[in-house]
């Protein structure tokens, strides 16, 4: 009868230790789920004087006046005509960050946002190829 109790409670024991584990796991996606959405509202945070975006207590020098209050579509959609109507998104970033927007984020999370920005505004943007893009007729 003990044996049986011993392995009851055994498993048991490992059944809490793996929904503690799987919480484990879902708060540190949480956190960076905080976290990426914390870095989008200090971007979008409402823009300072003198060509300077606020980004919760940091600021950005922002070098092209038509992004200081550019949403990202409307930055691309900047970004696009600039390099002749048709780059990659990498090339997008790249323009981007070189004139101070989105120089906060990390390379790749901009990327990721420049592309989603992209994938979303259809009546805008016109996917030509992979991760290429060009402006809507």
């Not at 409670?9 to 584990?21: M, N, P, S, T, Y």
């Not at 989008?40 to 975006?53: F, Y």
């Not at 790749?108 to 420049?114: H, M, W």
Request: with cysteine; proline share 1%.
């Amino acid at each position: 009868m003990s044996t049986d109790l011993l392995a009851m409670h055994r498993a048991f024991l490992e059944e809490v230790i793996a929904k503690r584990e799987k919480l484990r796991k879902e708060d540190d996606q949480l956190a960076a789920v905080e976290d990426y959405h914390r870095r989008i509202v200090e971007e979008l945070a409402p823009a300072g004087q003198n060509g300077t975006a606020a980004t919760g207590g940091r600021s950005r020098e922002v070098k092209d006046m038509r992004l200081l209050r550019a949403q990202r579509h409307e930055a691309c959609q900047i970004a696009l005509e600039e390099l002749g109507g048709h780059a990659k998104t990498q090339e997008i970033a790249a323009w981007l960050r070189a004139r101070g927007y989105g120089s906060e984020f990390d390379e790749r999370v901009f990327q990721n946002t420049c592309y989603t920005a992209l994938t979303r505004k259809t009546e805008l943007f016109e996917k030509v190829g992979p991760g290429e893009w060009k402006l809507a007729s």
